[in-house]
T-cell receptor
Framework: DAGVIQSPRHEVTEMGQEVTLRCKPISGHDYLFWYRQTMMRGLELLIYFNNNVPIDDSGMPEDRFSAKMPNASFSTLKIQPSEPRDSAVYFC???????????FGDGTRLSIL | GESVGLHLPTLSVQEGDNSIINCAYSNSASDYFIWYKQESGKGPQFIIDIRSNMDKRQGQRVTVLLNKTVKHLSLQIAATQPGDSAVYFCAETVQGGSEKLVFGKGMKLTVNP
């Protein structure tokens, strides 16, 4: 079975550039989550969607971050403009419904120079 | 506040030994707990979960114990193998609530051959 698919796996770009991370959740999963992982702060929830609708974006660090889910099989996380402190691994996860385990993709390793 | 923490940041064991990874949680309302395993360069992988109406749950070579009285969770790995080397996270949530998972900071398990 296909798991959560994220792209790109690695992204290196200069500060000030726009970055777009992509996620395809597991088919049939109603919940989609975006996380950021750093050594200092661990895994942080940025935003999550239920049936394509953003439910809680309180973890989004700044207005430079935005996320969309135009349909049940695709979501994007965008950073504009990017800054060096945004360097981290970004994970997408999905779950069948709220009471079920979240299944994670293998992440996008983002480096902002 | 709501938090999940791990007692041991690192654990080194010999192949074939049993491993025990501990986790403390502070939200007495949490009723669903999950253990994840994260290998280098990959996303967290679901291992086992437990709901608050249970004290113990067993999987293949893994057992999770829940002590609600002292808000403590543990993961036991039997006959630890080199492939078990990874970072382990516990996570908690309140089902029917925000659907957010609160993750601990992680503990690195190293299995020596």
């Amino acid at each position: 079975d296909a798991g959560v698919i994220q792209s790109p796996r690695h992204e290196v770009t200069e500060m000030g550039q726009e970055v777009t991370l992509r996620c395809k959740p597991i088919s049939g999963h109603d919940y989609l989550f975006w996380y950021r992982q750093t050594m200092m702060r661990g895994l942080e929830l940025l935003i999550y969607f239920n049936n394509n609708v953003p439910i809680d974006d309180s973890g989004m660090p700044e207005d430079r971050f935005s996320a969309k889910m135009p349909n049940a099989s695709f979501s994007t996380l965008k950073i504009q403009p990017s800054e060096p402190r945004d360097s981290a691994v970004y994970f997408c996860a999905s779950s069948l419904w709220g009471g079920q385990p979240q299944h994670f993709g293998d992440g996008t390793r983002l480096s902002i120079l | 506040g709501e938090s999940v923490g791990l007692h041991l940041p690192t654990l080194s064991v010999q192949e074939g030994d049993n491993s025990i990874i501990n986790c403390a949680y502070s939200n007495s309302a949490s009723d669903y707990f999950i253990w994840y395993k994260q290998e280098s360069g990959k996303g967290p992988q679901f291992i086992i979960d437990i709901r608050s109406n249970m004290d113990k749950r067993q999987g293949q070579r893994v057992t999770v114990l829940l002590n609600k009285t002292v808000k403590h969770l543990s993961l036991q790995i039997a006959a630890t193998q080199p492939g078990d080397s990874a970072v382990y996270f516990c996570a908690e949530t309140v089902q029917g609530g925000s659907e957010k998972l609160v993750f601990g900071k992680g503990m690195k398990l190293t299995v020596n051959p």
